[in-house]
């Protein structure tokens, strides 16, 4: 009779990691080259990944604490909210397959605290509130800065709270921002970023007389159409 063999395969590979970044106003701010993600110290913040599509269930652990990752069916990450940090902070990885392979506690990336963008009176160091900072990218085909614009068309602007503070996360690419207040002199502010970042920007204000307040504000108009 004949004899029929069959080799059996088990797959005893470990889950594979792909991409991992934080969402935030629908940017995602990935690791730099120390594999670091730099994030502002504000709750509410997701943390996403992906894994194959053999993973069953997967969980990190931050400061300490344990946060179980959730699958989103459409896209096929995973993420989870995570807290507010004060420290660099590791993330430890922990995932199960299907097939009961596993790993625990694998260090993936680490996440560290920057400071919120922040508005103050250059004289007294007093935070300022209701403050428009306005957001201008370079374009390579023109060679001027023009108002960036959302995913809407409306022009990027960020407004300082109560606390002088505001949250300004972006794309690739030059940038300048602008703020024009009555009373106040232009600030202008240039960077570059290599990659989707957080920026952190500390923005100090001088007083000025009305006048050259005025005159600033049309010079920005006329530069910038602001």
Avoid: H
């Amino acid at each position: 009779s004949e004899v029929v063999s069959k080799l059996l395969f088990i797959d005893e590979t470990a889950p594979r990691v792909g991409g991992f970044f934080v969402e935030l106003d629908g940017i995602k701010i990935v690791a730099d080259e120390k594999g670091i993600i730099n994030l502002p110290q504000k709750e509410g913040l997701i943390f996403k990944l992906s894994l194959e599509s053999e993973a069953l269930d997967a969980s990190f652990s931050l400061g300490g604490e344990r946060f179980k990752l959730a699958r989103n069916v459409s896209s096929g990450l995973w993420s989870a909210i995570i807290p507010s940090i004060s420290t660099t902070t590791p993330v430890f990885l922990s995932v199960r397959d299907a097939s009961k392979n596993s790993f625990e506690d694998k260090e993936i990336v680490k996440l560290a605290p920057l400071d919120r963008g922040l508005v103050v009176d250059e004289e007294t160091g007093d935070p300022i509130e209701g403050v428009v900072v306005n957001v201008l990218k370079f374009e390579e085909v023109s060679k001027r800065y023009k108002e960036l614009s959302g995913p809407n068309s409306e022009a990027v602007r960020r407004i300082s709270d109560t606390d002088g503070r505001f949250d300004l996360v972006l794309e690739e690419g030059s940038y300048k921002v602008i703020v024009a207040l009555p009373g106040r002199r232009v600030t202008e502010r240039n960077f570059e970023l290599d990659r989707p970042a957080y920026v952190s920007l500390s923005l100090e204000l001088k007083k000025a007389s009305s006048l050259r307040s005025w005159v600033g504000k049309i010079i920005a108009r006329f530069k910038y159409g602001i």
